[in-house]
């Protein structure tokens, strides 16, 4: 798996060792295009970092979409986690509806085929941060039917639900359907 996100790789390789895949983490930092979907994105960023690697591997792109923003920050929610931070989203919410989701969209090549697998969590941004566990916006985003945010969730109970727990299933299923492991 290539990224430089150690949470993400946390959520990802504990996922796939339940499934008995094993999975090696490439830490790399890649730029990604500019652009509104994050099926696209993810996409062009394996195309680009495929150029540089043997062999066959995944990377994965998640974005935030928040509806009264009109899905921003959506494909840039790490540039305003590096700006304005979990407080400025909250900020930026104030008296708006809060309704935000979280899509992720992993792309795998091997071989010379690229496949993609999503998973999407729906939920709001909370008032105020709340937890400790996971990274990100896990503080300040709370899913559909819950009272927690994801910080206040186990790691297990987060990869149950959540958008990359999702993506990452397909993604097993798809590993052990075609054999590649
Ligand atoms: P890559 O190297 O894999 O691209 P990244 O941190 O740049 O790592 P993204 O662009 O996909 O990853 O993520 C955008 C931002 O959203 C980034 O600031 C993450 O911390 C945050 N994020 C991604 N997944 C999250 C999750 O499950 N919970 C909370 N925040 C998350």
């Known amino acids: 798996m290539v990224t430089s996100n150690q949470g993400k790789y ?3 390789s504990s996922e796939l060792e339940k499934a008995g895949i094993s999975v090696e983490w490439k830490r790399m930092e890649y730029d990604e295009m500019q652009g509104k979907d994050t099926y696209s994105i993810s996409l062009r960023s394996c195309m ?3 150029k540089k690697l ?3 591997f995944f990377l994965e792109d998640t974005g935030l979409y928040c509806e009264a923003l009109n899905g921003f ?4 929610a790490k540039y305003v986690q590096e700006t304005v931070g979990n407080a400025g989203l909250i ?4 008296g708006m509806n809060r309704k935000a989701k979280f899509v992720t969209v992993i792309s795998l090549r091997h071989g ?3 496949v993609q697998f999503d998973g999407v969590l729906s939920g709001i941004i909370s008032e105020s941060e709340r937890g400790s566990n996971g990274f990100g916006f896990d503080p300040i985003y709370i899913p559909d039917g819950e009272d927690r945010t994801l910080a206040e969730m186990s790691p ?6 959540s958008h990359r727990g999702k993506a990452i299933r397909k993604l097993a299923r798809y590993v052990e359907e075609n054999k590649l492991n």
């Open 10 to 12: 946390q959520e990802i």
């Open 48 to 50: 680009d970092v495929g």
């Open 54 to 56: 043997e062999g066959d």
């Open 73 to 76: 920050p959506g494909p840039y």
């Open 91 to 94: 900020r930026m919410l104030q």
């Open 112 to 114: 010379d085929r690229i």
């Open 156 to 161: 297990y109970e987060k990869n149950h639900i």
